[in-house]
């Protein structure tokens, strides 16, 4: 699943070369997939936030309820 891949794979791949490294005893591999993770998980966040906020300015046109 990791093959020449490295550090620079994305996703559920980081997040299953976490769990590959850690069952594997290789704490390398584990390292990577935790490192690569959040940096994946990120941008989906922000631009997840993003989307709702303009929707919520141009659709609904009104004050958030929070």
Do not use: N, Y
Not at 16 to 32: F, K
């Amino acid at each position: 699943m990791t093959a020449f891949r490295r550090s620079v794979i994305a996703g559920a791949p980081a997040a299953a070369a976490c769990g590959i490294g850690l069952t594997a005893g290789r704490l390398d591999l584990a390292w990577q997939g935790l490192e690569r993770a959040p940096l994946d998980v990120a941008p989906i966040l922000f631009w997840g936030v993003l989307v709702f906020i303009i929707k919520q300015v141009t659709v609904h046109r009104r004050a958030p309820s929070v």
